[in-house]
């Protein structure tokens, strides 16, 4: 399947679904070393996207991208939601009004919601954040089309890389967020924003 409009709004709905299923453990996972609503935050904010979404028509992903940040900024709560807005709106406007992402467009689009969270949450490789799981994604997509693999290959890597990083975030003390509080304490939890944001792209490439 392309990278196109169709697959933009499987790609939510996906989102959604795999979100619901696994609400219980990202609320687990934040009530660790934060506030604990990160999944109830997340399912409330992906179930608004999609009624919007099933309710609009769209010719371009980066018009689904961009309900999708509407929506999540309106709707989420705590940091996930300006956060994961923000990542959704500068993919938006990184794909433009391209029909089909190939390759290059695909790196873009990743390159621009990892900046977006970094420029939001002021947040590096290393602090146990997000950024872990973007970094890491948008690390093995650039690799990836520059070895001249297609845009599926290229989210399929990016997608795995980000399970890895947010895997590396459990040994991290916290220097962003509540978990910054906990200082060693914190160390041997995984992240609930870097492991949703490896649901959030193994989603896109299920949809693919």
């Known amino acids: 399947m392309a990278l196109d409009t169709a697959w933009a709004i499987d790609w939510v709905r996906r989102t959604a679904a795999t979100i619901d299923d696994h609400r219980a453990e990202l609320v687990t996972l934040d009530r660790e070393i934060g506030d604990g609503d990160h999944g109830e935050n997340l399912d409330r904010g992906f179930r608004a996207v999609v009624e919007a979404v099933d309710s609009a028509t769209f010719d371009t992903p980066g018009a689904v991208f961009k309900t999708v940040a509407t929506k999540l900024i309106s709707t989420v709560g705590g940091a996930a939601g300006p956060l994961f807005g923000t990542a959704y709106l500068k993919a938006a406007q990184a794909a433009g009004d391209t029909a089909e992402l190939d390759a290059d467009t695909l790196v873009a689009v990743l390159t621009a919601a990892r900046d977006g969270i970094v420029s939001r949450g002021k947040a590096e490789v ?67 924003g870097a492991q949703s944001t490896a649901y959030i792209l193994r989603a896109a490439v299920d949809a693919a």
């Open 126 to 192: 290393g602090d146990k954040t997000m950024v872990d799981a973007w970094s890491a994604a948008v690390d093995a997509a650039s690799t990836a089309a520059a070895a001249g693999e297609g845009p599926e290959r290229v989210l399929a890597a990016a997608a795995d890389a980000a399970v890895a990083g947010a895997e590396s975030t459990e040994p991290l003390v916290a220097r962003k967020g509540r978990a910054s509080y906990l200082g060693e304490r914190a160390v041997g939890h995984r992240d609930p």
